[in-house]
């Protein structure tokens, strides 16, 4: 809390979780970009909290995400799993239950006998026909759930290695991507380029403009980036 006021920081859920953590010691990497921040004289902004929050903490929300929709896909395979044990089970009665009844209708010494075999056999067949199809509705039911947890899934993954702001891969990406280029390049022996760029006096454009200027410049630069490279490229903001 001294710290928060000494640099005027906004006293909300996020920033107090920003320098909780830094006062801590818990985690270096946001510490020592506390420190230049400090160093440097920079303000801490409403965009530039924000920033720090997106770059150090996001992440976690997006992986809680990720098992939460890992855990409901995981409940609606149990179930489905339950569907079919109990199917089996409806099988091998109808499979005891259509021996029983082909004896009964060999061993049928009249008409009567025989009709009495039949039509148990005829109850038998409808009343598994009528398990066959309550199965197929709930596991049309279950895919359907299953297919929109793991899209679910699949948004949750994607928003963990996206930078809210500009819409382009984040750091993590960058550094998962960056190990597997260079795992395969040296497996194929063809060469790995890595361009880096900035966009020249920017932090002048900031104090110019001001940051909200400034995000939607870094908005369009991304734009732009997506739609000049190919799509075998990939690109990453640097902090």
């Known amino acids: 809390m001294q710290l928060m006021a000494e640099h005027r920081i906004a006293k909300t859920p996020e920033n107090f979780e920003i320098w909780y953590t830094h006062a801590s010691g818990r985690n270096e990497k946001l510490s020592k970009t506390l420190e230049i921040l400090v160093s440097n004289k920079q303000p801490f902004t409403l965009e530039q909290n924000r920033s720090l929050h997106d770059e150090y903490f996001a992440e976690n929300d997006a992986a809680t995400a990720v098992v939460t929709a890992g855990q409901a896909i995981e409940k609606s395979m149990g179930t489905v799993l339950g569907f079919l044990k109990e199917a089996s089970s409806g099988v091998d009665t109808y499979s005891e239950s259509l021996e029983s009844n082909l004896g009964n209708m060999a061993r049928a010494g009249d008409l009567d006998g025989l009709r009495r075999a039949v039509e148990s056999l005829v109850s038998d067949t409808r009343d598994m026909q009528a398990q066959n199809a309550l199965l197929k509705g709930r596991l049309e039911k279950s895919s359907g759930e299953i297919q929109t947890l793991r899209q679910n899934l699949e948004n949750s993954q994607k928003e963990a290695m996206t930078d809210a702001l500009t819409g382009i891969a984040n750091r993590k990406f960058f550094d998962v991507c960056l190990r597997q280029e260079a795992a ?22 900031n104090d110019n403009y001001g940051h909200q200027v400034g995000d939607q410049v870094l908005k369009l630069v991304g734009m732009i980036l997506r739609q000049e490279t190919e799509n075998t490229d990939n690109i990453t903001p640097a902090r």
């Open 184 to 205: 395969e390049a040296m497996e194929s022996g063809d060469s790995l380029c890595l361009m880096l760029g900035d966009i020249d006096h920017f932090k002048k454009f």
